[in-house]
């Protein structure tokens, strides 16, 4: 109980702390939308506009895959559950290109949120032992200076009160960029593409939380989890942002 309050009330130093620097940034870098480059209030994430507007994923959807049109009888589903807020089209594919290469990572705290209310709405929350993320090439990273799905689990585990992420695996494939290749390509090269990393805690037993920041087929999930499975993982539960329409469309 004691160890509750003083928690509270340090997060709560914290978020001043942080607001205070927001409102400071703000009068040097004016906060912008991340959807629309319209102008914020320094400690707004979203615009009223495009919160509005976004294309919110309507049920229902499988909770297993993800997807409206369920797949898990046609393959071999290695994650337990899976879960995204808004279709990757339209003004969702902007944002997700400004999280990707331009640091807009306003995009990917709004959905923290929203994941965080989720994974306690479902009681999922207090299974999870582990949170990490999908991770890119040693080489992307290092041209990017930043993995956006990791920046997107730093900020569910802060929302939700979770570990902070751990790195679990590496990806080992980079020839070719995912959306050049058809999607038995992408499966075939997605199997083979992620490896557990050497220096990974014990994971026997563990529920592990795998966050990314779009899902396309599903494939690049479903091989972490494989391998997270493989190593002993009990369950795996997927958070994306942003998720496809339809399975043929990724086709
Ligand atoms: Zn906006
Ligand atoms: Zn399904």
Do not use: W
């Not at 703000?26 to 906060?31: A, E, H, I, K």
């Not at 994923?57 to 879960?83: A, L, M, R, W």
Request: glycine share 6%; with cysteine.
């Amino acid at each position: 109980m004691h160890k509750e309050s003083k928690r509270g009330k340090s997060v709560q130093v914290k978020h001043r702390a942080k607001d205070i620097s927001l409102f400071l940034i703000d009068l040097v870098f004016p906060n912008r939308c991340p959807v629309c480059n319209g102008f914020l209030a320094y400690n707004e994430l979203i615009c009223g506009s495009c919160i509005e507007n976004l294309p919110y994923i309507t049920k229902p959807y499988c909770e297993k895959c993800g997807k409206h049109e369920c797949v898990c009888k046609k393959q071999n589903v290695h994650y337990d559950s899976c879960f995204s807020f808004v279709y990757y089209a339209g003004i969702v594919r902007n944002a997700i290109m400004n999280l990707k290469l331009n640091g807009g990572l306003h995009f990917a705290e709004y959905f923290a949120r929203k994941a965080a209310t989720l994974l306690e709405e479902k009681g999922i929350k207090d299974a999870i032992d582990i949170v990490t993320f999908v991770p890119m090439t040693r080489k992307k990273q290092g041209e990017r200076g930043y993995n956006q799905a990791r920046e997107f689990a730093k900020f569910v585990s802060e929302n939700a009160h979770l570990p902070k992420p751990v790195p679990l695996l590496e990806k080992t494939d980079n020839t070719l960029a995912q959306h050049s290749l058809s999607a038995r390509d992408r499966k075939s090269r997605a199997e083979k593409a992620y490896a557990l990393r050497s220096d990974t805690p014990d994971l026997s037993g563990k529920t592990v939380l795998l966050c990314d920041d779009v899902i396309t087929t599903g494939s690049t999930l479903n091989s972490c989890s494989r391998v997270l499975k493989d190593n002993g993982v009990h369950k795996v539960v997927c958070l994306a942002i942003a998720n496809t329409r339809h399975q043929k469309s990724e086709n």
